[in-house]
């Protein structure tokens, strides 16, 4: 046939074999070959039945997604599902490894389906800014029931072979020999006899609907969407399925797709889907990298405990160090009482949690992290107190061992200074809670050896972050940005606005909350803290912080907390205060709109991240928006910082910018050359953004 369909008989079953790694995506190339091949075999007399597998380690992962958004090359794959339901013997999907997206959609177009017992299934288009464009919303609810197929779209999380089993979408899960069970399934299929009914035909389960728990269900999920369009796409797409004929549901589809994979949402998030894996290659990849299986973390705290957790649920052996056994329990307490949480919510099975726990090691004296291959410093962010931990460390650490400080905004050359060892250190800048958070910026000391860089990007992966690589500044990029993004917070506050105005304006935009209520949940005191020890200061934060109010933690911040509840309270005596440090400067205070609020927040940080950029702090600009994206919230559905600029047109930006550093003379808005060049070109690339 081709390089990349293969068709062979067996018992007069025919097996269609799709080889196109690393991931069978349904590219032309595939087809083009698959569809001459289902349309030979379904009048060739010679097969009784058909089978389609995958070579390789995974069943079809998906449409070939550098297509979207551009003329579709026939035939496409809902040409291909349309063709195999006039197919009148059986047709089995054999599915192995993933059946995502498109690949699902085909095997909705056999009759039945056979998964390996470790296969994973879904349709996460939705996390592309898009929803299943070859049918998949209209006939997943015919084989699942409408509520598990919402719930399935909407997320877009696969479920596992067994849980599709339960549900109806898969007919046998085998543990052994996936392709020969599948051919002997296809056989029995053929000589029982037919008709054998296409998915597209089967209403029962529809029927079953209970459309007002449907609708329910569906704006459940419309709330946590924050402002982006496919999840609300996908739940009508489902509906349309219960309520529409199968044509008319499948038409209704096709344009919510075509308006979605348009729109600059989708554009976003397929942005950041590249981001993400252009943020995993480095120089360097190809080096022998050195092995790590047993990981030594210092300091027991939220941060040490969290990152401890992070590795072992990677599966790495952890050597957990403190100061005292009290802090060291305290410590091994927090991480059990967490991995309890997770078992009663049932992320996590109880023998899971076992095996997790028994990856951990306690411990008060350094010499037990002589065997560890990696070594990661949680302790408190002071300079000298790093430099002590590392000057151990060059004494204790086997040849070899790779030495990370997990600092958030301090010079890592310096502490790589303060080591024997210096190209073997660099920092792992974890977000918390490390054990959840995504994030991970690896920073690139002056001396870091290529091998330690890419041993530990690829260790990240393992434990699933992701990693992107930064330079050495003074918060790196994401602490650095942020600061520039709440240069101009408290100066909203004393020329106008309110803390809630302010958070308004971000939760509006598509933030999940507002600088204001994240600053009360991280806790006050961690900014007073770092103002002082760089000689700053905050007028209304920090007489907030002398007054002990430090946010959620003490039940008074920049809002109040009433009986320990989460839900933020504007306060009366903040917005006194507000009111009083403003006369105190003889500040005329005025109505402060959101747009106001947004240029004066959000322009800086862009432009913060173009000076990043001209510094080479970061190596592009996608790299920035994945940070930004994975450990602040920028809204996915405006793709980062770095992508909204050019939604937002960054003419318009150094034009505001320039208004505002008129208005204050602060250097916060004077626009970066990056930027004006980037407003010249329209690319970052262009303007010299790139490595």
């Not at 991280?522 to 200061?537: E, F, S, V």
Request: with cysteine.
């Amino acid at each position: 046939m081709s390089s990349s369909v293969n068709v062979a008989n067996e018992n007069g079953v025919a097996i269609v074999i799709i080889d196109n790694p690393p991931v069978n995506a349904l590219s032309f190339h595939v087809r083009k070959p698959l569809y001459e091949a289902l349309a030979a075999l379904r009048d060739d007399p010679g097969a009784k039945a058909i089978v389609i597998a995958c070579a390789g380690r995974t069943f079809v992962a998906g449409a070939d997604i550098t297509e979207f958004g551009k003329p579709v090359e026939q035939p496409e794959l809902r040409a291909i599902i349309a063709l195999l339901e006039t197919v009148p013997k059986p047709t089995v999907a054999a599915i192995h490894g993933t059946a995502l997206g498109g690949g699902l959609e085909l095997a909705l177009g056999c009759h039945f389906r056979v998964a390996d017992r470790g296969a994973k299934l879904g349709l996460p288009e939705v996390k592309l800014g898009l929803l299943p464009g070859g049918g998949g919303t209209v006939r997943l609810p015919r084989l699942v029931g409408a509520a598990k197929a919402l719930g399935m779209i909407v997320s877009g999380t696969p479920i596992s072979a067994g849980e599709a089993k339960a549900a109806g979408l898969v007919d046998a899960v085998v543990d052994s020999d996936l392709l020969a069970e599948a051919i002997r399934f296809a056989g029995e299929m053929a000589d029982r006899g037919g008709p054998f009914v296409p998915v597209r035909d089967r209403n029962n389960r529809l029927a079953e609907t209970d459309l007002s728990a449907f609708d329910a269900q569906a704006a459940e999920l419309a709330k946590k969407a924050r402002g982006l369009d496919a999840p609300r796409a996908c739940a009508e797409a489902v509906r349309n399925a219960i309520t529409l004929p199968f044509d008319e549901a499948l038409a209704a589809e096709r344009q919510l797709f075509l308006k979605l994979v348009s729109g600059d949402q989708s554009r976003a998030q397929r942005h950041l889907f590249f981001a993400e894996r252009e943020a995993a290659k480095i120089p360097g990849k190809d080096l022998q990298k050195r092995t790590v299986s047993r990981v030594g973390i210092i300091g027991a705290g939220t941060m040490g405990g969290g990152i401890a957790m992070a590795f072992a649920n990677g599966g790495l052996q952890v050597t957990l160090l403190e100061t005292s056994d009290e802090a060291l329990r305290r410590g091994l307490a927090t991480i059990e009482k967490n991995y309890i949480v997770s078992v009663s919510r049932g992320s996590l099975t109880e023998e899971a949690k076992r095996q997790r726990l028994g990856l951990f090691k306690g411990s008060t004296d350094y010499t037990d992290l002589a065997d560890c291959d990696l070594i990661v410093e949680a302790v408190f962010e002071d300079m000298a107190v790093k430099k002590e931990v590392f000057g151990k460390l060059g004494a204790i650490a086997k040849p070899g061992a790779i030495l990370a400080t997990n600092t958030s905004y301090l010079d890592v050359d310096e502490i790589a200074a303060s080591t024997s060892r210096p190209q073997d250190l660099l920092g792992m800048h974890f977000f918390s809670p490390a054990n959840v958070m995504k994030l991970l910026e690896i920073v690139r000391a002056e001396k870091t050896a290529p091998e330690v860089l890419a041993t530990v990007t690829d260790l990240a992966r393992r434990i699933g972050k992701v990693a992107v690589v930064v330079g050495v500044c003074h918060g790196f990029v994401g602490n650095r940005m942020l600061s520039a993004r709440g240069s101009e917070n408290e100066f909203l506050l004393l020329e106008g606005a309110t803390p809630g105005e302010v958070d308004k304006a971000f939760t509006d935009f598509g933030w999940p909350m507002g600088p204001f209520q994240m600053g009360d949940l991280a806790g006050l005191d961690i900014g007073w803290r770092n103002r002082k020890a760089r000689g700053q200061t905050a007028v209304i934060a920090d007489t907030l912080c002398e007054q002990g109010h430090f946010g959620q933690k003490t039940g008074r911040g920049w809002y109040r907390y009433e009986a320990g509840a989460r839900e933020p309270v504007a306060d009366p005596e903040v917005e006194a205060l507000i009111r009083a440090k403003a006369a105190e400067r003889g500040i005329a205070r005025r109505e402060i709109g959101a747009e106001e609020i947004i240029e004066r927040t959000l322009y800086p940080l862009v432009n913060e991240g173009a000076k990043i950029l001209e510094e080479g702090v970061a190596g592009r600009a996608s790299d920035i928006d994945v940070v930004w994206v994975n450990g602040y919230g920028f809204p996915i559905g405006k793709g980062g910082p770095m992508f909204w600029a050019g939604l937002a047109g960054a003419g318009n930006i150094v034009e505001r910018l320039e208004h505002w550093h008129r208005q204050t003379g602060r250097a916060i808005f004077e626009p970066a050359a990056m930027l004006r060049r980037f407003a010249e070109t329209g690319s970052w690339e262009s303007a010299g953004g790139a490595r």
